[in-house]
DNA sequence: TTGACTTATATGTCTAGACATATAATCGTA
DNA sequence: TACGATTATATGTCTAGACATATAAGTCAA
Protein backbone atom coordinates (compact mmCIF):
# COMPACT_ATOMS: atom_id res chain seq x y z
CA UNK A 1 0.00 0.00 0.00
CA UNK A 2 2.64 2.10 -1.21
CA UNK A 3 1.51 6.59 -1.05
CA UNK A 4 3.60 7.08 -4.13
CA UNK A 5 1.59 6.94 -6.94
CA UNK A 6 4.03 5.23 -10.27
CA UNK A 7 2.79 7.41 -13.12
CA UNK A 8 6.39 9.21 -13.04
CA UNK A 9 7.13 6.44 -15.62
CA UNK A 10 4.89 5.69 -18.27
CA UNK A 11 5.81 2.45 -19.55
CA UNK A 12 3.14 1.15 -21.43
CA UNK A 13 1.83 -1.80 -19.28
CA UNK A 14 1.71 0.65 -16.29
CA UNK A 15 -0.24 2.73 -18.42
CA UNK A 16 -2.61 0.20 -19.53
CA UNK A 17 -3.42 -0.21 -15.92
CA UNK A 18 -3.88 2.80 -14.95
CA UNK A 19 -6.40 3.40 -17.67
CA UNK A 20 -8.52 0.82 -16.75
CA UNK A 21 -7.60 1.52 -12.95
CA UNK A 22 -9.15 4.48 -13.44
CA UNK A 23 -12.31 3.38 -15.13
CA UNK A 24 -13.04 1.29 -12.20
CA UNK A 25 -12.35 4.29 -9.80
CA UNK A 26 -14.53 6.66 -11.65
CA UNK A 27 -17.18 3.96 -11.48
CA UNK A 28 -17.48 4.10 -15.41
CA UNK A 29 -16.87 0.59 -14.99
CA UNK A 30 -18.91 -0.36 -12.00
CA UNK A 31 -18.25 -3.70 -10.24
CA UNK A 32 -19.50 -6.70 -11.97
CA UNK A 33 -18.52 -5.28 -15.65
CA UNK A 34 -16.67 -7.13 -17.80
CA UNK A 35 -13.68 -5.59 -18.71
CA UNK A 36 -12.14 -5.76 -22.54
CA UNK A 37 -10.43 -8.87 -23.19
CA UNK A 38 -6.67 -9.43 -23.52
CA UNK A 39 -6.79 -9.23 -27.79
CA UNK A 40 -9.09 -6.27 -27.70
CA UNK A 41 -6.54 -4.68 -25.40
CA UNK A 42 -3.34 -5.99 -27.40
CA UNK A 43 -5.93 -4.46 -30.46
CA UNK A 44 -6.15 -1.08 -28.82
CA UNK A 45 -2.82 -0.27 -27.76
CA UNK A 46 -1.18 -2.06 -30.67
CA UNK A 47 1.54 -4.12 -27.98
CA UNK A 48 1.43 -7.62 -27.31
CA UNK A 49 -0.60 -9.76 -25.51
CA UNK A 50 1.71 -10.32 -22.53
CA UNK A 51 2.33 -6.61 -21.83
CA UNK A 52 -2.03 -5.91 -21.42
CA UNK A 53 -1.43 -9.46 -19.47
CA UNK A 54 1.14 -7.88 -16.93
CA UNK A 55 -0.72 -4.91 -16.21
CA UNK A 56 -4.35 -6.87 -16.08
CA UNK A 57 -2.22 -9.62 -13.24
CA UNK A 58 -0.99 -6.53 -11.04
CA UNK A 59 -4.69 -5.52 -10.84
CA UNK A 60 -5.88 -8.72 -9.81
CA UNK A 61 -3.30 -9.18 -7.52
CA UNK A 62 -4.38 -5.63 -5.79
CA UNK A 63 -7.74 -7.49 -5.93
CA UNK A 64 -9.12 -4.70 -7.98
CA UNK A 65 -10.78 -7.48 -10.78
CA UNK A 66 -11.16 -10.96 -10.67
CA UNK A 67 -10.26 -12.95 -13.50
CA UNK A 68 -11.83 -16.04 -15.21
CA UNK A 69 -10.79 -18.53 -17.38
CA UNK A 70 -12.77 -18.35 -20.69
CA UNK A 71 -15.39 -15.06 -19.11
CA UNK A 72 -13.30 -12.81 -19.17
CA UNK A 73 -11.85 -10.49 -16.41
CA UNK A 74 -14.43 -8.57 -14.24
CA UNK A 75 -14.47 -5.40 -11.84
CA UNK A 76 -14.74 -6.60 -8.15
CA UNK A 77 -16.93 -5.47 -5.76
CA UNK A 78 -14.87 -2.62 -3.62
CA UNK A 79 -12.40 -4.30 -1.51
CA UNK A 80 -13.06 -6.63 1.92
CA UNK A 81 -15.94 -4.86 3.55
CA UNK A 82 -14.52 -3.92 6.39
CA UNK A 83 -10.69 -3.73 7.37
CA UNK A 84 -7.11 -5.25 6.90
CA UNK A 85 -4.69 -4.22 9.63
CA UNK A 86 -1.14 -5.33 10.19
CA UNK A 87 0.70 -4.49 13.10
CA UNK A 88 4.24 -6.19 13.76
CA UNK A 89 5.33 -6.56 16.82
CA UNK A 90 5.12 -3.76 19.28
CA UNK A 91 8.93 -3.62 20.14
CA UNK A 92 9.37 -3.01 16.85
CA UNK A 93 6.33 -0.53 16.78
CA UNK A 94 8.27 1.66 19.97
CA UNK A 95 11.78 1.63 18.73
CA UNK A 96 10.96 3.03 15.20
CA UNK A 97 9.05 5.70 17.17
CA UNK A 98 12.33 6.74 18.06
CA UNK A 99 11.33 5.77 21.79
CA UNK A 100 13.23 3.19 24.28
CA UNK A 101 11.03 0.44 24.63
CA UNK A 102 10.46 -0.60 27.84
CA UNK A 103 9.14 -4.77 28.60
CA UNK A 104 8.16 -5.91 32.05
CA UNK A 105 6.66 -9.45 32.70
CA UNK A 106 3.41 -9.17 35.10
CA UNK A 107 2.27 -12.98 35.31
CA UNK A 108 2.79 -15.81 33.95
CA UNK A 109 0.76 -19.33 34.64
CA UNK A 110 0.40 -22.93 33.25
CA UNK A 111 -2.40 -24.65 33.63
CA UNK A 112 -4.52 -26.92 32.06
CA UNK A 113 -7.06 -24.85 29.52
CA UNK A 114 -10.23 -23.60 31.04
CA UNK A 115 -13.46 -23.65 29.72
CA UNK A 116 -13.20 -19.89 28.63
CA UNK A 117 -9.56 -20.56 27.40
CA UNK A 118 -10.71 -22.91 25.08
CA UNK A 119 -13.38 -20.69 24.43
CA UNK A 120 -11.38 -17.75 23.41
CA UNK A 121 -8.42 -19.87 21.44
CA UNK A 122 -10.98 -21.25 19.22
CA UNK A 123 -10.42 -24.62 20.00
CA UNK A 124 -12.63 -27.96 21.12
CA UNK A 125 -10.30 -29.47 23.32
CA UNK A 126 -6.96 -28.65 24.37
CA UNK A 127 -4.48 -29.29 26.76
CA UNK A 128 -2.37 -26.65 28.50
CA UNK A 129 -1.85 -23.53 27.78
CA UNK A 130 0.39 -20.42 28.73
CA UNK A 131 -1.59 -17.36 30.21
CA UNK A 132 0.64 -14.58 30.27
CA UNK A 133 0.39 -10.73 31.03
CA UNK A 134 2.69 -8.32 30.50
CA UNK A 135 3.16 -4.36 29.97
CA UNK A 136 5.23 -2.49 27.05
CA UNK A 137 6.59 1.22 27.39
CA UNK A 138 7.92 3.34 25.37
CA UNK A 139 10.16 5.95 27.05
CA UNK A 140 9.03 4.17 30.46
CA UNK A 141 5.42 5.26 29.95
CA UNK A 142 3.05 2.61 29.80
CA UNK A 143 2.30 2.21 26.04
CA UNK A 144 -0.14 -0.61 26.09
CA UNK A 145 -0.97 -4.12 28.42
CA UNK A 146 -1.02 -7.46 26.64
CA UNK A 147 -2.92 -10.37 27.82
CA UNK A 148 -2.07 -13.55 25.57
CA UNK A 149 -2.91 -17.39 25.83
CA UNK A 150 -0.99 -19.67 23.91
CA UNK A 151 -1.50 -23.06 22.80
CA UNK A 152 1.04 -25.62 24.17
CA UNK A 153 -0.38 -28.22 22.28
CA UNK A 154 0.70 -26.26 19.38
CA UNK A 155 3.81 -24.75 20.74
CA UNK A 156 5.31 -26.86 23.06
CA UNK A 157 8.42 -24.69 23.20
CA UNK A 158 6.61 -21.84 25.11
CA UNK A 159 6.42 -23.74 28.08
CA UNK A 160 10.01 -23.38 28.89
CA UNK A 161 10.50 -20.07 27.18
CA UNK A 162 11.92 -17.38 29.26
CA UNK A 163 9.19 -14.29 28.92
CA UNK A 164 10.66 -12.14 31.66
CA UNK A 165 13.64 -11.71 29.24
CA UNK A 166 11.51 -11.33 25.98
CA UNK A 167 8.33 -10.24 25.47
CA UNK A 168 5.89 -13.20 23.91
CA UNK A 169 4.97 -11.41 20.68
CA UNK A 170 8.57 -11.23 19.48
CA UNK A 171 9.52 -14.97 20.90
CA UNK A 172 6.21 -16.19 19.06
CA UNK A 173 7.70 -14.20 16.07
CA UNK A 174 10.71 -15.73 16.17
CA UNK A 175 9.62 -19.51 16.53
CA UNK A 176 6.14 -19.16 14.87
CA UNK A 177 7.26 -17.84 11.37
CA UNK A 178 4.23 -18.46 8.92
CA UNK A 179 1.12 -17.84 10.42
CA UNK A 180 -2.59 -16.27 9.86
CA UNK A 181 -4.28 -13.61 11.95
CA UNK A 182 -7.37 -12.56 12.58
CA UNK A 183 -7.55 -8.87 14.64
CA UNK A 184 -10.94 -6.86 16.31
CA UNK A 185 -10.35 -3.53 17.08
CA UNK A 186 -12.94 -2.49 19.75
CA UNK A 187 -12.73 0.24 22.53
CA UNK A 188 -13.44 0.16 26.53
CA UNK A 189 -13.14 1.98 29.28
CA UNK A 190 -10.82 0.81 32.10
CA UNK A 191 -11.31 -1.02 34.91
CA UNK A 192 -9.33 -0.92 38.08
CA UNK A 193 -6.68 -3.42 36.89
CA UNK A 194 -5.96 -1.87 33.65
CA UNK A 195 -6.16 1.23 34.81
CA UNK A 196 -3.57 0.79 37.39
CA UNK A 197 -1.14 -1.42 34.92
CA UNK A 198 -1.58 1.45 32.19
CA UNK A 199 -1.63 4.19 34.25
CA UNK A 200 -4.72 5.95 33.58
CA UNK A 201 -7.75 6.65 35.46
CA UNK A 202 -10.46 4.32 35.76
CA UNK A 203 -13.43 5.04 32.78
CA UNK A 204 -10.54 6.39 30.66
CA UNK A 205 -11.02 5.15 27.27
CA UNK A 206 -9.27 2.54 25.29
CA UNK A 207 -7.80 0.98 22.13
CA UNK A 208 -8.33 -2.56 22.06
CA UNK A 209 -6.60 -5.26 19.74
CA UNK A 210 -7.52 -8.90 20.00
CA UNK A 211 -5.45 -10.55 17.77
CA UNK A 212 -6.04 -14.45 17.01
CA UNK A 213 -3.41 -16.55 15.22
CA UNK A 214 -2.97 -19.79 13.86
CA UNK A 215 -1.05 -21.48 11.46
CA UNK A 216 -2.44 -23.79 8.92
CA UNK A 217 -6.14 -24.87 11.10
CA UNK A 218 -3.50 -24.75 14.39
CA UNK A 219 -4.67 -22.36 16.84
CA UNK A 220 -1.28 -20.57 18.60
CA UNK A 221 -2.41 -17.88 20.39
CA UNK A 222 -4.74 -15.24 21.29
CA UNK A 223 -3.76 -12.18 22.48
CA UNK A 224 -5.61 -8.66 23.81
CA UNK A 225 -3.57 -5.90 23.14
CA UNK A 226 -5.00 -2.76 25.43
CA UNK A 227 -3.82 0.98 24.20
CA UNK A 228 -4.74 3.52 26.41
CA UNK A 229 -7.04 5.67 24.37
CA UNK A 230 -6.63 8.98 24.29
CA UNK A 231 -2.86 8.81 23.78
CA UNK A 232 -1.78 5.97 21.27
CA UNK A 233 -2.95 6.35 18.03
CA UNK A 234 -2.57 3.83 15.02
CA UNK A 235 -2.27 5.29 11.56
CA UNK A 236 -2.12 4.19 8.30
CA UNK A 237 -2.10 5.86 5.05
CA UNK A 238 -2.81 3.79 2.14
CA UNK A 239 -3.72 5.08 -1.68
CA UNK A 240 -6.86 3.96 -3.51
CA UNK A 241 -10.67 4.64 -3.75
CA UNK B 1 -4.37 -10.42 1.68
CA UNK B 2 -6.31 -12.97 0.27
CA UNK B 3 -6.21 -15.63 3.14
CA UNK B 4 -6.00 -19.19 0.56
CA UNK B 5 -2.42 -20.26 0.05
CA UNK B 6 -2.34 -20.67 -3.98
CA UNK B 7 0.26 -23.81 -3.27
CA UNK B 8 -2.52 -26.08 -4.81
CA UNK B 9 -1.26 -25.20 -8.22
CA UNK B 10 2.84 -25.52 -8.42
CA UNK B 11 3.21 -23.94 -11.58
CA UNK B 12 6.97 -22.81 -11.75
CA UNK B 13 7.02 -19.10 -10.99
CA UNK B 14 4.69 -20.02 -8.33
CA UNK B 15 6.94 -22.32 -6.74
CA UNK B 16 9.89 -19.86 -6.99
CA UNK B 17 8.01 -17.22 -5.25
CA UNK B 18 7.00 -19.92 -2.47
CA UNK B 19 10.42 -20.83 -1.97
CA UNK B 20 11.47 -17.27 -1.78
CA UNK B 21 8.63 -16.46 0.78
CA UNK B 22 9.21 -19.07 2.89
CA UNK B 23 12.76 -18.15 3.14
CA UNK B 24 11.93 -14.63 4.17
CA UNK B 25 9.06 -15.64 6.42
CA UNK B 26 11.09 -18.34 8.29
CA UNK B 27 14.00 -15.62 8.93
CA UNK B 28 16.70 -17.55 6.66
CA UNK B 29 17.01 -14.51 5.02
CA UNK B 30 16.12 -11.73 7.23
CA UNK B 31 15.16 -8.07 6.39
CA UNK B 32 18.28 -6.88 3.89
CA UNK B 33 19.79 -10.26 2.94
CA UNK B 34 20.46 -10.07 -0.58
CA UNK B 35 18.67 -12.94 -2.38
CA UNK B 36 20.08 -15.02 -5.41
CA UNK B 37 20.02 -12.36 -8.75
CA UNK B 38 17.47 -13.57 -11.62
CA UNK B 39 20.29 -15.14 -13.42
CA UNK B 40 21.41 -17.55 -10.61
CA UNK B 41 17.33 -18.18 -10.03
CA UNK B 42 17.13 -19.08 -13.88
CA UNK B 43 19.98 -21.07 -13.75
CA UNK B 44 18.68 -23.39 -10.58
CA UNK B 45 15.43 -23.27 -11.69
CA UNK B 46 16.52 -24.39 -15.25
CA UNK B 47 13.71 -21.83 -16.66
CA UNK B 48 13.93 -18.47 -18.43
CA UNK B 49 14.25 -15.26 -17.31
CA UNK B 50 10.48 -14.21 -17.38
CA UNK B 51 9.78 -16.81 -15.21
CA UNK B 52 11.78 -15.49 -12.05
CA UNK B 53 11.18 -11.86 -13.19
CA UNK B 54 7.06 -13.18 -12.54
CA UNK B 55 8.08 -14.55 -9.28
CA UNK B 56 9.79 -11.77 -8.12
CA UNK B 57 7.97 -9.11 -9.09
CA UNK B 58 5.27 -10.70 -7.36
CA UNK B 59 7.18 -10.61 -3.97
CA UNK B 60 8.13 -6.82 -4.88
CA UNK B 61 4.28 -6.31 -5.06
CA UNK B 62 3.62 -7.93 -1.57
CA UNK B 63 6.48 -5.45 0.04
CA UNK B 64 8.35 -8.55 0.67
CA UNK B 65 11.34 -7.74 -1.37
CA UNK B 66 12.74 -4.62 -2.89
CA UNK B 67 14.46 -4.82 -6.34
CA UNK B 68 17.45 -1.80 -7.04
CA UNK B 69 18.84 -1.79 -10.42
CA UNK B 70 22.67 -3.07 -10.90
CA UNK B 71 21.86 -3.75 -6.73
CA UNK B 72 20.16 -6.91 -6.97
CA UNK B 73 17.02 -7.65 -4.98
CA UNK B 74 16.67 -7.30 -0.48
CA UNK B 75 14.32 -8.46 1.64
CA UNK B 76 12.38 -5.56 3.45
CA UNK B 77 12.02 -5.15 6.86
CA UNK B 78 8.71 -6.38 7.53
CA UNK B 79 5.91 -4.44 6.61
CA UNK B 80 5.37 -0.47 7.99
CA UNK B 81 5.54 -0.26 11.52
CA UNK B 82 2.46 -0.02 12.46
CA UNK B 83 -0.88 -0.23 10.58
CA UNK B 84 -2.81 -0.84 7.18
CA UNK B 85 -6.51 -0.08 7.36
CA UNK B 86 -8.85 -0.15 4.33
CA UNK B 87 -12.27 0.86 4.84
CA UNK B 88 -15.22 0.87 2.59
CA UNK B 89 -18.21 2.63 3.21
CA UNK B 90 -20.67 2.63 5.70
CA UNK B 91 -23.45 2.09 3.36
CA UNK B 92 -21.22 -1.15 1.92
CA UNK B 93 -20.10 -2.45 5.77
CA UNK B 94 -23.48 -2.58 6.49
CA UNK B 95 -25.41 -3.87 3.66
CA UNK B 96 -23.01 -6.61 3.34
CA UNK B 97 -23.49 -7.38 6.89
CA UNK B 98 -26.93 -8.04 5.49
CA UNK B 99 -28.28 -5.54 7.60
CA UNK B 100 -31.28 -2.40 6.72
CA UNK B 101 -29.14 0.86 6.22
CA UNK B 102 -30.48 3.72 7.53
CA UNK B 103 -29.09 7.40 6.72
CA UNK B 104 -30.26 10.66 8.21
CA UNK B 105 -28.32 14.11 7.79
CA UNK B 106 -28.12 15.66 11.24
CA UNK B 107 -26.53 19.23 10.25
CA UNK B 108 -24.78 20.75 7.57
CA UNK B 109 -23.26 24.09 7.32
CA UNK B 110 -21.27 25.72 4.78
CA UNK B 111 -19.14 28.51 6.14
CA UNK B 112 -15.86 30.08 5.40
CA UNK B 113 -12.95 27.57 6.88
CA UNK B 114 -12.18 28.70 11.12
CA UNK B 115 -9.04 28.29 11.90
CA UNK B 116 -9.58 24.97 13.41
CA UNK B 117 -10.93 24.04 9.83
CA UNK B 118 -7.85 24.68 8.64
CA UNK B 119 -5.89 22.60 11.24
CA UNK B 120 -8.26 19.54 11.07
CA UNK B 121 -7.78 19.80 7.14
CA UNK B 122 -3.89 20.32 7.12
CA UNK B 123 -3.95 23.41 5.15
CA UNK B 124 -2.55 26.84 5.34
CA UNK B 125 -5.46 29.08 4.01
CA UNK B 126 -8.56 27.74 2.79
CA UNK B 127 -11.73 29.12 0.93
CA UNK B 128 -15.06 27.70 1.99
CA UNK B 129 -16.02 24.35 3.91
CA UNK B 130 -19.06 22.63 4.33
CA UNK B 131 -19.25 20.75 7.80
CA UNK B 132 -21.53 18.03 7.97
CA UNK B 133 -22.70 15.53 11.13
CA UNK B 134 -24.62 12.82 10.04
CA UNK B 135 -25.74 9.48 11.42
CA UNK B 136 -25.79 5.61 10.60
CA UNK B 137 -27.84 2.66 11.15
CA UNK B 138 -28.27 -0.74 10.65
CA UNK B 139 -31.53 -2.14 11.51
CA UNK B 140 -32.84 1.28 12.61
CA UNK B 141 -29.66 0.94 15.51
CA UNK B 142 -27.29 3.60 15.15
CA UNK B 143 -24.48 1.99 13.87
CA UNK B 144 -21.54 5.32 13.82
CA UNK B 145 -21.80 8.95 13.81
CA UNK B 146 -19.81 10.87 11.18
CA UNK B 147 -18.63 14.25 11.39
CA UNK B 148 -17.12 15.67 7.86
CA UNK B 149 -15.59 18.50 6.78
CA UNK B 150 -15.10 19.25 2.69
CA UNK B 151 -13.20 21.57 1.20
CA UNK B 152 -14.86 23.56 -1.06
CA UNK B 153 -11.79 25.05 -2.89
CA UNK B 154 -11.04 21.51 -3.69
CA UNK B 155 -14.50 19.59 -4.47
CA UNK B 156 -17.10 22.81 -5.43
CA UNK B 157 -19.78 20.46 -6.33
CA UNK B 158 -20.47 19.38 -2.66
CA UNK B 159 -21.38 23.16 -1.81
CA UNK B 160 -24.60 22.17 -3.91
CA UNK B 161 -24.65 18.15 -3.23
CA UNK B 162 -27.87 17.34 -1.76
CA UNK B 163 -26.74 15.05 1.37
CA UNK B 164 -30.03 14.49 3.23
CA UNK B 165 -30.31 12.15 0.30
CA UNK B 166 -26.95 11.03 -0.21
CA UNK B 167 -24.33 10.46 2.47
CA UNK B 168 -20.96 12.25 1.51
CA UNK B 169 -18.94 9.54 2.23
CA UNK B 170 -20.91 7.39 -1.18
CA UNK B 171 -21.10 10.66 -2.35
CA UNK B 172 -17.50 11.79 -2.35
CA UNK B 173 -16.93 8.29 -3.50
CA UNK B 174 -18.57 8.38 -6.58
CA UNK B 175 -17.18 12.10 -7.64
CA UNK B 176 -13.46 12.56 -6.52
CA UNK B 177 -12.90 8.57 -6.71
CA UNK B 178 -8.74 8.62 -7.22
CA UNK B 179 -8.42 9.89 -3.42
CA UNK B 180 -4.76 8.92 -0.48
CA UNK B 181 -5.59 8.60 2.66
CA UNK B 182 -4.20 8.68 6.42
CA UNK B 183 -6.31 6.77 9.27
CA UNK B 184 -5.77 7.30 12.51
CA UNK B 185 -7.48 4.91 15.19
CA UNK B 186 -8.18 5.71 18.58
CA UNK B 187 -10.79 5.40 21.42
CA UNK B 188 -12.96 8.06 23.48
CA UNK B 189 -15.48 7.98 26.09
CA UNK B 190 -19.17 9.68 24.75
CA UNK B 191 -19.83 12.99 25.60
CA UNK B 192 -23.19 14.22 25.74
CA UNK B 193 -24.03 14.96 22.35
CA UNK B 194 -22.01 11.46 20.91
CA UNK B 195 -23.87 9.37 23.80
CA UNK B 196 -27.34 11.16 22.33
CA UNK B 197 -26.50 10.28 18.50
CA UNK B 198 -25.36 6.73 19.04
CA UNK B 199 -28.14 5.93 21.67
CA UNK B 200 -25.69 4.88 24.18
CA UNK B 201 -24.80 6.28 28.28
CA UNK B 202 -22.07 9.01 28.38
CA UNK B 203 -19.16 7.67 29.32
CA UNK B 204 -19.68 4.49 27.35
CA UNK B 205 -16.36 3.65 25.06
CA UNK B 206 -16.27 4.52 22.04
CA UNK B 207 -13.77 3.47 18.67
CA UNK B 208 -12.92 6.44 16.48
CA UNK B 209 -11.59 6.28 13.11
CA UNK B 210 -10.05 9.49 11.92
CA UNK B 211 -9.78 9.64 7.86
CA UNK B 212 -7.95 12.82 6.24
CA UNK B 213 -8.23 12.14 2.56
CA UNK B 214 -6.44 14.02 -0.29
CA UNK B 215 -5.52 13.72 -4.02
CA UNK B 216 -2.47 14.70 -5.37
CA UNK B 217 -1.71 16.97 -2.69
CA UNK B 218 -4.96 18.76 -2.71
CA UNK B 219 -6.55 18.25 0.39
CA UNK B 220 -10.16 16.82 0.19
CA UNK B 221 -12.10 15.93 3.47
CA UNK B 222 -11.41 15.10 6.76
CA UNK B 223 -13.95 12.90 8.75
CA UNK B 224 -14.09 11.45 11.88
CA UNK B 225 -16.37 8.11 12.53
CA UNK B 226 -17.46 7.36 16.25
CA UNK B 227 -18.63 3.71 16.37
CA UNK B 228 -20.15 2.33 19.80
CA UNK B 229 -17.09 0.47 21.31
CA UNK B 230 -18.65 -2.24 22.67
CA UNK B 231 -20.66 -2.91 19.76
CA UNK B 232 -18.86 -2.73 17.02
CA UNK B 233 -15.97 -3.86 15.72
CA UNK B 234 -13.55 -3.88 12.79
CA UNK B 235 -12.50 -7.51 11.28
CA UNK B 236 -9.75 -8.69 9.87
CA UNK B 237 -8.25 -11.38 8.65
CA UNK B 238 -4.50 -11.72 7.25
CA UNK B 239 -2.06 -13.62 6.06
CA UNK B 240 2.08 -13.22 6.78
CA UNK B 241 4.39 -13.61 9.76
C1' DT C 1 -36.47 -30.67 -19.42
C1' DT C 2 -32.46 -32.56 -17.82
C1' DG C 3 -28.05 -34.40 -17.89
C1' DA C 4 -23.75 -35.79 -20.27
C1' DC C 5 -20.57 -34.83 -23.79
C1' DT C 6 -18.02 -31.76 -26.94
C1' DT C 7 -16.11 -27.53 -28.44
C1' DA C 8 -14.60 -22.95 -28.50
C1' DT C 9 -12.24 -19.51 -26.15
C1' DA C 10 -10.05 -16.48 -22.61
C1' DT C 11 -6.84 -16.74 -19.40
C1' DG C 12 -2.41 -19.02 -17.30
C1' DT C 13 2.12 -20.02 -17.93
C1' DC C 14 6.36 -20.17 -20.36
C1' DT C 15 10.34 -19.32 -23.78
C1' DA C 16 14.38 -17.14 -25.92
C1' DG C 17 15.46 -13.62 -27.26
C1' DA C 18 15.87 -7.87 -27.35
C1' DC C 19 16.89 -3.13 -25.90
C1' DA C 20 16.38 0.44 -22.09
C1' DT C 21 17.90 2.34 -17.79
C1' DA C 22 19.46 3.18 -13.22
C1' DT C 23 23.36 2.82 -10.55
C1' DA C 24 27.39 0.46 -8.06
C1' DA C 25 31.96 0.15 -9.00
C1' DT C 26 35.95 1.50 -11.28
C1' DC C 27 39.13 4.57 -13.22
C1' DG C 28 41.21 8.87 -14.09
C1' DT C 29 42.14 13.47 -12.92
C1' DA C 30 42.59 17.73 -10.22
C1' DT D 1 42.15 12.71 -1.18
C1' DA D 2 38.14 14.08 -3.44
C1' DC D 3 35.47 14.48 -7.33
C1' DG D 4 33.87 13.63 -12.06
C1' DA D 5 33.48 10.55 -16.01
C1' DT D 6 33.13 5.84 -17.61
C1' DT D 7 31.74 1.14 -17.51
C1' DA D 8 29.67 -3.00 -16.12
C1' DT D 9 25.63 -5.10 -14.58
C1' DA D 10 21.03 -6.26 -12.62
C1' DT D 11 16.68 -5.08 -13.16
C1' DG D 12 12.64 -3.08 -16.21
C1' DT D 13 10.08 -3.60 -20.09
C1' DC D 14 8.69 -5.71 -24.28
C1' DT D 15 7.94 -9.11 -28.30
C1' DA D 16 5.99 -12.95 -31.03
C1' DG D 17 5.29 -16.80 -30.60
C1' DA D 18 3.78 -21.64 -27.91
C1' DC D 19 1.04 -25.03 -25.31
C1' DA D 20 -1.91 -25.83 -21.05
C1' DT D 21 -6.28 -25.54 -18.78
C1' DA D 22 -10.58 -24.18 -16.94
C1' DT D 23 -15.04 -23.40 -18.30
C1' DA D 24 -19.09 -21.06 -20.82
C1' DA D 25 -21.75 -22.42 -24.36
C1' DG D 26 -23.48 -25.36 -27.52
C1' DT D 27 -24.94 -30.27 -28.87
C1' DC D 28 -27.23 -34.29 -28.34
C1' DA D 29 -29.45 -38.05 -26.18
C1' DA D 30 -32.47 -39.92 -22.41
Redesign the interface.
Known amino acids: ?3 V ?1 DADKPTLYKRIRADIE ?1 RI ?3 EWPPGHRIPFEHELVARYGCSRMTVNKALS ?1 LA ?3 LIERRRRAGSFVR ?12 DIR ?2 IT ?2 GRAYGYELIGRKLRAATAADRDRLGVKKAGKVVAITCRHSADKVPFAVEDRLIDLSSVPDAATADFAREPPGSWL ?2 HV ?13 ADDRTAEALDIAV ?6 IDRYTWRSARTITAVRLL ?1 P ?2 S ?10
Open positions: MSLTKLTGEQADRPQHQSAVLKIAAEALLHPWTEAEHTISAIVGAPCLVYGDHRLVARFKGG
